[in-house]
Structure formats: structure tokens, C-alpha cells
């Protein structure tokens, strides 16, 4: 009778009693029978694999699928399969599995293997994309303001916006904005400008003693562009600068640097990595590891 290579560790370690043990778990026999069988294989089944080229006799009558499995990291798929193929006991073909990847020193170096434990290339080429994707989305705002601030850059004026209220609240896109309401050349608007202050830090009650009502900002200003853009931004009223147009180019430059650039980078290593060929291995006729 073939033994477990459980039942075997047990007996070459002199322990016939735990090898009695495990015999009957697995097997399901009866103390006697166990016996019998312990004390059989002990008179003629050593011999047998302690001869050359039987040293690991549960690593030869391992399955080409379940080493399939082994080899792309599923351990748990070359159990089943090995259960399925030799109707052995969950704990038997477990250790089977587990004597036959000890017996493999090179698998180490074998492509799959621990495949289960690291996350896997593609995973995270998907991840990288994802995130590169949201990162450049979200800031398509700043691009959509640029480009309407150029188109209409002849019709900036400079002005002064007088603060008659501060704006910090949550609006129903679900954003913080905050900024002013007030006047300039004789109009009411808003006045989107978080550049003036580090809001994060000074809360509302900072940014009401750094910008009473009254506070006098010079400001860009074009009462034909949008007043309301994305969470409270005023296009119609932006921060003075001594060049727009150079101000809103940089914000597309930046944007197609820090976003866009990234993006299509991970995208096209993405594409490469997908076109590169597949490495033989078990599952498509090659057996990786010599003398599956």
C-alpha cells in the first residue's frame, strides 16, 4: 500500500504511533488495519522509496493540471484538482501538494509561483491607470476655465471688487468652496479666489478677519464670461495677475505635464505590456520545472 507523504515524514522520523494517526484520518481505517499497513510499508515499501529516483514518490503522481495551478500561484486549485483526479482527503492531497513544492528547489524561480501573495502586474497596471485617469478628470476644470478665459481675454478689464460677504460652505455638488460676494463696476458677483488665502488652515473665521467687508481686490474682470463655472469658481471675476493670458496658458501647460502626460504614459505601458507575448508555462503544453 502506498502511504501519505504525512504518514511517511511521521515514520522516518521514528514516530509509528503519530504515522497510526494520521494513517487513519486520512483513510478513514481502523486502528488494526492502520497497523497493518504501517508495519507492511515498513517491511517492504521503505525499501522501496528509499531507492534511487523514488525519493519523493508523491511529487511523480502529481497531476499536470494540478502543477498547472501550482505554477500560476493557486494552491488551493491544485488541491482540488488533485482531490478530484486521485480522490484523496482534503488534509492528504494537502500535504501531497505542500511534499511536492518542498521537493521543487528551482520553483522558487519559476514565474507564477507566490503569484497568489504578490499583487499580479496586471492588477496594477489597471490600478495605475485608474488613478492616472481620475487624477487628469478632475482637473479637466481647470482646463475648461482656461480655454473660456482665452477665448474671451479681450474682454478683461481690469477692476476693483469690493468684499461684501465671505462664502464658505459646502455646496450641493458636494464640494467646499469658498470666496466673496460682492461688488465690481457697479455689479453684483461672486468671486472665486481660495489663491488669496490658505483656507484649509484659517477656517472661516480666519478668512473673515483677513478679508473684512469693505476689503478693496483688484481683480480681472469680463461681465459676458460665466459667473458661475465649478463649486462657486467665478470666471467672470479672476485674481489680477500682470499677464491672463500667460497666467491661464501656464494652467494648461501644467495640467498637460502633471495629468495628461502621466496618464498616457501608464496607458501606453499598459498597451505594451498587453502586446508582449505569453511565456510558456504548464497550462499551454510547456512544463516550466524539468521532469513534470
Request: charged letters at 20%.
Amino acid at each position: 500500500m502506498d502511504l501519505p507523504e504525512h504518514v511517511i515524514e511521521a515514520l522516518n522520523r521514528g514516530n509509528k504511533i503519530e504515522a497510526i494517526k494520521r494513517l487513519r484520518e486520512c483513510r478513514g481505517m481502523g486502528l488494526v488495519e492502520a497497523k497493518q499497513a504501517i508495519e507492511t510499508w515498513q517491511q517492504t515499501g521503505a525499501a522501496t522509496s528509499s531507492s534511487p529516483g523514488h525519493g519523493h514518490p508523491q511529487t511523480r503522481s502529481l497531476p499536470e493540471d494540478a502543477v498547472a495551478s501550482l505554477l500560476a500561484g493557486n494552491k488551493i486549485e491544485a488541491i482540488k484538482r488533485l482531490r478530484k483526479t486521485q480522490s484523496l482527503g482534503l488534509k492528504d492531497a494537502k500535504d501531497t501538494v505542500e511534499a511536492w513544492l518542498a521537493g521543487q528547489s528551482d520553483l522558487a524561480a519559476v514565474p507564477g509561483k507566490g503569484a497568489s501573495c504578490a499583487p499580479k502586474p496586471n492588477l496594477l497596471l489597471a490600478l495605475a491607470v485608474i488613478v492616472t485617469f481620475a487624477w487628469m478628470f478632475i482637473h479637466l476644470i481647470d482646463v475648461a476655465g482656461a480655454i473660456i478665459v482665452l477665448s474671451h481675454q479681450n474682454g478683461y478689464r481690469q477692476g476693483i471688487f469690493s468684499v461684501e460677504k465671505l462664502r464658505y460652505d459646502t455646496d450641493g455638488e458636494g464640494g467646499r468652496m469658498w470666496g466673496f460676494e460682492g461688488q465690481v463696476a457697479g455689479r453684483h458677483e461672486r468671486y472665486y479666489a481660495p489663491s488669496l488665502a490658505d483656507a484649509d488652515t484659517l477656517e472661516y473665521a480666519g478668512l473673515r478677519r483677513r478679508f473684512p467687508s469693505g476689503t478693496q481686490l483688484t481683480v480681472w474682470y469680463n461681465p459676458r464670461v460665466t459667473r458661475i463655472l465649478f463649486q462657486g469658481r467665478s470666471l467672470g471675476v479672476l485674481p489680477f495677475s500682470e499677464n491672463l493670458a500667460a497666467t491661464e496658458i501656464a494652467r494648461l501647460q501644467w495640467w498637460s505635464v502633471y495629468c495628461l502626460l502621466p496618464f498616457v504614459l501608464v496607458l501606453g505601458f499598459a498597451a505594451r505590456i498587453k502586446k508582449r507575448p505569453q511565456q510558456p508555462n504548464a497550462e499551454n503544453g510547456r512544463p516550466l520545472v524539468p521532469g513534470v
